[in-house]
T-cell receptor
Framework: KQEVTQIPAALSVPEGENLVLNCSFTDSAIYNLQWFRQDPGKGLTSLLLIQSSQREQTSGRLNASLDKSSGRSTLYIAASQPGDSATYLCAVRRQNQGGKLIFGQGTELSVKP | DTGVSQDPRHKITKRGQNVTFRCDPISEHNRLYWYRQTLGQGPEFLTYFQNEAQLEKSRLLSDRFSAERPKGSFSTLEIQRTEQGDSAMYLC????FGGGNTIYFGEGSWLTVV
């Protein structure tokens, strides 16, 4: 059974700091991994999608890496801003599982001005 | 591309009542998913459709829950005889067929059962 874990559960940093969010999964037979952002009471916004054959993806100040063999992904946020405050969720899509995503519990990020 | 649209955004209902949520996916997306999220947790998969066919249902989807996608476009999720444990946010998502495609989520429908 695929399990996804995100550490830490919450993180508070001062504005301008670079930070890393972690995601681990137990079954390496994944199709891809997707990082999402969720603001309080809102839906999910897709940030980055990494295919299983890829090592990393970048979008602006965000960089996501994937190490399938060790079951780990990281989301790197450069020069954090108060507007980055949100919950960040990672989700894996297993092979031969249709479109089902298995989510971690998320990391709640607070960037202090 | 207007995004995934869900209605209503908020619903308060008395225990025992039936509720129905609607989801309009991104146009031309042939896959549509339903997830449920409770406070402090990640979303949990409920069911998904490819066109009008419901291809998978989670064990979380009890007999009181039913989802339809009659013409392969919008979808409805109905909960019959609601219970307090049904209180959650119900998220709809859509994507194009193919494992490599991004899944896009809507804003969610909040359900509170009192």
């Amino acid at each position: 059974k695929q399990e996804v874990t995100q550490i830490p559960a919450a993180l508070s940093v001062p504005e301008g700091e670079n930070l890393v969010l972690n995601c681990s999964f137990t079954d390496s037979a994944i199709y891809n991994l997707q990082w999402f952002r969720q603001d309080p009471g809102k839906g999910l916004t897709s940030l980055l999608l990494i295919q299983s054959s890829q090592r990393e993806q970048t979008s602006g100040r965000l960089n996501a890496s994937l190490d399938k063999s060790s079951g780990r992904s990281t989301l790197y946020i450069a020069a954090s801003q108060p507007g980055d405050s949100a919950t960040y969720l990672c989700a894996v899509r297993r092979q031969n599982q249709g479109g089902k995503l298995i989510f971690g519990q998320g990391t709640e990020l607070s960037v202090k001005p | 591309d207007t995004g995934v649209s869900q209605d209503p955004r908020h619903k308060i209902t008395k225990r025992g009542q039936n509720v129905t949520f609607r989801c309009d996916p991104i146009s031309e997306h042939n896959r549509l998913y339903w997830y449920r999220q409770t406070l402090g947790q990640g979303p949990e998969f409920l069911t998904y459709f490819q066109n009008e066919a419901q291809l998978e249902k989670s064990r979380l989807l009890s007999d009181r829950f039913s989802a339809e996608r009659p013409k392969g476009s919008f979808s409805t999720l109905e909960i019959q005889r609601t219970e307090q444990g049904d209180s959650a946010m119900y998220l709809c998502a859509s994507s194009l067929f193919g494992g490599g495609n991004t899944i896009y989520f809507g804003e969610g429908s909040w359900l509170t059962v009192v």
